[in-house]
């Protein structure tokens, strides 16, 4: 961090250490991992500024809304959100009210909270959370509203300090922004385009962890198959996983999200050649239908994507894929759905994230007429839920009478004794156990299975 935001760091310590209580913030995710990532680091800002951390935003003095702008619920819900701060705030007139992240990237957005939300304080967006501590010393010294929308950099900010919510599961990303700028996504717009961090920076912070007893590393990106396309060095995505494979340890790897037009032989081999890499790969389809994906611009058929996973099942026979799913695409038809559901049928996957499509301000496909009634988009993301329904209840099945590995991430909802935690195949698996299991690795041999997760019993370490 520059010279100049550690001068505000020790302004505004100084400040808090003055007042008779130190003051508490409390920071609220919406959204993507990359944006829990992001909250950690503005919580690691928060501590070394003085504050006290509080998961309850009415005993806050100062509270974040790290914001998600990628459908257009989840917008509705942060304004909705900031009504009930209001209350907080007329009870508190210290309260200080921050409004972060992707949403905060949108002109229209913050013409609407300068307009109709004056008692916001701060608005930044996802380039400006190095300046924290000079937005909240610029309030601090009476400025009523403070904005910083700063123009996408083409660098990467190190050194910001995170405040973990996991003390053995850990995000790391890898790369942020994104170039593929397809017809739906608002991500390039607010994230800017894609700027990869050096391996050997990645490397050494995933060393650290490590030697801290972290088990599940999860590396971030938009695209993580673009890594390394912006550095000088001739390296990618694969590269780094079998880099970070030699990683002394114990500890999984997960990633995401990959898009199928950049992944191909290379990754599926790095996967499967690397023990500490999950077998299990999120590759997001979006629609079976070419038609449907040249209008997207997702840059890739039917027909490439199936080559993917035919490759990765010819490697392990089980390989676990999931997905995301739009339905309803502008003028979608039931030929270009049916397409979808006929991906569905031949991959299996173990699980899938399906949304009705939401416009987004900014992005072209606003700008397509859509005949599809939202009547009927229901009806299909309905016909699709029930179809992966069936499919995960085979699915899992395959489980029956093997012996997982799988990381116990927490007490599982049978009451005392029951755990749960997910498999190399980032399958959840609930099985009884102590707590003081949770963040290893145990093996389970499954004895049950369900079409959202498997059941099994606990084998003596």
Known sequence: MADSAQNYIQKVKQLNEKKDTPPLAHVHNYGCQLNVTDGEKMKGQLLKLGFGLTERPEEADFVIFNTCAVREGAEEHVFGNLGFLKQYKEKNKDMIICIAGCMSEQSAVVEKIKKSYKYVDIVFGTNAISKLPRLIYEVYMGRKHVYDMSEQSSSVTEGIEQIR?????????????????????????????????????????????????????????????SYGNDLEENISFPWLLRQINKIDGEFIVRFMSSHPKDAGRELI?????????????????????????????????????????????????????????????????????????????????????????????????????????????????????????????????????????????????????????????????????????????????????????????????
């Open 165 to 225: 919510n996991s003390t053995f599961k850990a995000s790391v990303p890898v790369m942020y922004g994104c170039n593929n700028f397809c017809t739906y996504c608002i991500v390039p717009y607010v994230r800017g385009r894609e700027r990869s961090r050096q391996p050997d920076v990645i490397i050494n912070e995933i060393k650290e962890l490590v030697k801290n007893g972290y088990k599940e590393i999860f590396l971030l990106g938009q695209n993580v198959n």
């Open 269 to 461: 081999d790095a996967i499967c050649d690397c023990d500490k890499v999950a077998k299990h790969l999120h590759l997001p389809l979006q629609s079976g239908s070419n038609d449907i994906l040249e209008k997207m611009n997702r840059r890739y058929t039917h027909e490439k994507y199936m080559e993917i996973i035919n490759y990765a099942r010819e490697r392990i026979s089980d390989f676990s894929f999931s997905t995301d799913i739009i339905v309803g695409f502008p003028n979608e038809t039931e030929s270009d759905f049916e397409s979808t559901l006929d991906i569905l049928k031949k991959v299996k996957y173990d699980n899938i994230y399906s949304y009705i499509y939401s416009k987004r301000a900014g992005t072209k496909a606003i700008l397509i007429d859509d005949l599809v009634t939202y009547e009927e988009k229901q009806k299909r993301i309905q016909r699709l839920l029930e179809l992966q329904r069936d499919i995960s209840t085979d699915n899992y099945k395959r489980f029956i009478g093997t012996t997982l590995t799988v990381l116990a991430e927490s007490e599982g909802k049978g009451g005392e004794g029951s755990l749960t935690g997910k498999s190399n195949e980032f399958i959840i698996v609930n099985f009884s156990g102590d707590k003081s299991l949770i963040g290893s690795f145990v093996n389970v041999k499954i004895t049950a299975a369900r079409n959202w997760a498997v059941y099994g019993e606990l084998i003596s370490q």
